[in-house]
């Protein structure tokens, strides 16, 4: 199922975006039309689709970021079940992001790993607290806080060089 251009993230949304006019919509089991992803998909999507837009829009200009993201949630859906047989969806999916958002933008915290990079953004930047960092990233909370605490992070914090709006101005 391909995934409309995302509104907003700070927007109310009432229901997922109807299935495109242009074909007729997908057949179930027992001749039922499919209208909506599997329940598993459109929580993945819901728990995950703020923080992605966010980092997404953190680096690119907002309709494209807006497109990758949509292009990665398409990945994902059109691949879910073998996704979901993976060791972790999570982490598979952000890597999938960061992958498409790290094509087209020079990192500008060169002195960080990617994992590190991302640690700090989500935390530092867009304001997340490590737990949602560890959601986000797919990682265990110990490896986010580890991540957090390297040394070069803290660095980078007390450099003062952080990157998109001040440390804590963005809202969770």
Known sequence: MRIAAL?????????PPAPPQDRPPARGAGGLTARRLPPDCEAFLALHRVRYLRYARLHLPGPVADDTVAAV????FMRWRRVLSGANP?????HLLTHRTRDRVTRRCAALSPAQYDA???????GYGPSDVATAMGE????VDS??????????VADGTAL?????AAAR
């Open 90 to 94: 999570a982490s598979y999916a952000w």
């Open 140 to 143: 265990a909370p110990a490896t």
């Open 147 to 156: 991540l957090l605490r390297s040394p070069p992070v803290l660095r980078v």
């Open 120 to 126: 700090y953004a989500l935390h530092h930047v867009l």
């Open 73 to 76: 949630f398409d990945h994902l």
């Open 7 to 15: 509104p907003s993230p700070f927007a109310p949304t009432a229901r």
């Open 164 to 168: 998109g709006p001040a440390r804590g």
